[in-house]
């Protein structure tokens, strides 16, 4: 069970509700903050093996799929996975796409060899619990890929304690969330940390 049954429901009602529309509502931010880029990064990354995505969403990331891994797409709403299944079955290959909470992943222990999410921690109710469920989920020695947004340093950062209150409410993602210690939190290691655009948007590889 999540940490919140009231706030994942009101998450997955959100994103059910944003589904149909979300990839355009984001589409401009895909260029403009290096998502595409990011992106491309972390699949060039991914290793052979079984290969855990969090947080598929709409299938954003299935482009990007390399053909040698079993990638397992995950989300939390039926209507995000929907759309992610009508591109996936565009693509071919066969990827196994799974409706499960990121709080609590229906996998058992050390069943990856590598996790990936892009932007997704920010939206997750309750995030370190969710990275738990990543560490629990990873074997030893497997490496998790992440793409996040998070707060950035100074004036910027002020500024987005300040919207992040109505931003999540209307929108669902936190801007303010501070990820990398969250990570640390959760029992993983980071080992390498890249700005995307400046030091709002990362990649991030943990242990």
Known sequence: ??????????AL??????????????????RMLGFERGREWIFARVPEGRVL???AGTGKNIAYYPAGPVIVASDLSPGMLARAAEK????GGGRRLVLTDAEDLAFR?????AVVATCVFCSVPDPRRGLREV???LKDGGEVLL???????????????????????VMGPH?????LDTIREAGLVVVEERRVFSDWIKLIVAR
């Open 1 to 10: 069970m999540p940490t919140s049954p009231e706030g994942t429901g009101r």
């Open 13 to 30: 009602r959100r994103w059910s509700r944003q589904a149909r529309l979300y990839d355009r509502l984001t589409a401009p931010m895909e």
């Open 175 to 179: 801007l303010n969330r501070r990820t």
């Open 135 to 137: 560490r629990r989920v």
């Open 109 to 113: 222990d050390h069943a990856f060899d």
């Open 53 to 55: 995505e969090v947080g």
């Open 147 to 169: 793409l996040e947004h998070m707060r950035p340093s100074g004036w910027l950062g002020r500024l987005f304690d300040l919207l992040d209150p109505i931003v999540s409410r």
């Open 88 to 91: 996936a079955g565009r693509r």
